[in-house]
C-alpha cells in the first residue's frame, strides 16, 4: 500500500532526479533506518523540489524532504534529526493510522496541495475537504514527541550527534519571525515547536556529555550535497 502511494506522489510532486543527491540522501537515511527498523522494510528517501520547509512519511518507509528544509540547515546533523524523525513517524506507525481515520482520501491530491500550496481549483478544494489535513504530513501533538523521542535515539545510534533536531527547530522559530509566509507550512503540519524544541534538549541531557562529544555533526559530503541542492533550477509547480 504504502508503494502505491508513494508512487502516485511521485506522479505529481516534482522529486529530484539528480543521482549523486538522491544517493547522498538514501545514504544517510539507510544509516539511520538500518538501526531503528528492524521489520526489514526497504526504505526509501526522496527530495521533493519545492521551496516550502516541509517533510513527511508514507506507510512502508518512503520519507520526502523538501529541498526548501536543507537550504536551511547549517550542518549533516540537522537534517538527520528530520530523517530520524520521519523514520520514527514510520517506526511508531503513526501514517498507518492517519489512513484509518481517513480512508478514501485522495492522498497525492492532498499532499500536493499542502506541501506545493499548488491547489485552487474547486476539485482540489474539494479533496482537500475530504482528505482532512495532508494525510501524512500532519500529526498530533503526541505522535511528534513520539517521533521526536525516536530522533533522538536514532541518530544516536548512527553515531550523529543529536542537537542538530532542536538546532533545527530553533532556525526555524527564528526565521517564522522574519519570514512567516516562508516557513507557514512547516508549522501548520508539526505543531509545538517551542515546547518540543525544549523537550529534546532535556532528552539529550540524559546522554553522558563525553559521549555526545565523540559524535558527527558535519561532513564534508554534506556540505557538497547542500551546495548541489542549492544549485538545482527551480520546480515548476504542476496546475491541476
Same mark, same amino acid.
Given at each position: 500500500m504504502g508503494q502505491q502511494y508513494s508512487a502516485e506522489i !511521485?506522479?505529481?510532486?516534482?522529486?529530484?532526479?539528480? $543521482?549523486?543527491?538522491?544517493r547522498y540522501v538514501n545514504v544517510l537515511g539507510d544509516s539511520i533506518a538500518n538501526l531503528a527498523?528492524? +521489520? %526489514?522494510?526497504?526504505?526509501?528517501?526522496?527530495i521533493v523540489n519545492a521551496p516550502e520547509v516541509n517533510a513527511f512519511a508514507v506507510p512502508g518507509g518512503f520519507i520526502y524532504v523538501n529541498r526548501g528544509l536543507i537550504d536551511r540547515t547549517t550542518n549533516m546533523s540537522q537534517l538527520a534529526g528530520v530523517l530520524g524523525h520521519e523514520i520514527g513517524h514510520v517506526v511508531r506507525r503513526h501514517s498507518v493510522k492517519?489512513?484509518?481515520? $481517513?480512508? %478514501?482520501? !485522495?492522498? *497525492?491530491?492532498?499532499l500536493g496541495c499542502i506541501l506545493l500550496q499548488a491547489c485552487t481549483s474547486e476539485a482540489a478544494?474539494?479533496?482537500?475537504?475530504? *482528505? %482532512?489535513a495532508a494525510l501524512f504530513a500532519k500529526f498530533s501533538r503526541d505522535d511528534e514527541?513520539?517521533?521526536?523521542?525516536? $530522533?533522538?535515539?536514532?541518530?544516536?545510534r548512527a553515531g550523529i550527534e543529536p542537537h542538530g533536531i532542536p538546532q533545527m527547530f530553533q532556525i526555524l522559530l527564528d526565521e517564522r519571525k522574519s519570514q512567516p509566509d516562508a516557513v507557514a507550512g512547516w508549522f501548520s503540519t508539526h505543531p509545538g515547536e517551542e515546547e518540543r524544541m525544549n523537550e529534546t534538549t532535556a532528552m539529550i541531557a540524559q546522554y553522558d556529555a563525553a559521549i555526545l562529544k565523540t559524535l558527527t555533526v558535519n561532513?564534508?559530503?554534506?556540505? &557538497?550535497?547542500? &551546495? +548541489?541542492v542549492r544549485a538545482l533550477? &527551480? $520546480?515548476?509547480?504542476?496546475?491541476?
Open positions: !511521485n506522479s505529481q510532486l516534482p522529486i529530484v532526479q539528480d $543521482a549523486e543527491i538522491n527498523d528492524n +521489520r %526489514g522494510l526497504d526504505y526509501r528517501f526522496y492517519q489512513m484509518q481515520k $481517513a480512508q %478514501g482520501a !485522495n492522498v *497525492g491530491i492532498t478544494n474539494a479533496a482537500i475537504q475530504v *482528505g %482532512g514527541r513520539e517521533a521526536d523521542e525516536e $530522533a533522538v535515539k536514532n541518530v544516536v561532513s564534508t559530503n554534506f556540505t &557538497a550535497f547542500q &551546495a +548541489r533550477p &527551480a $520546480a515548476t509547480q504542476r496546475r491541476r
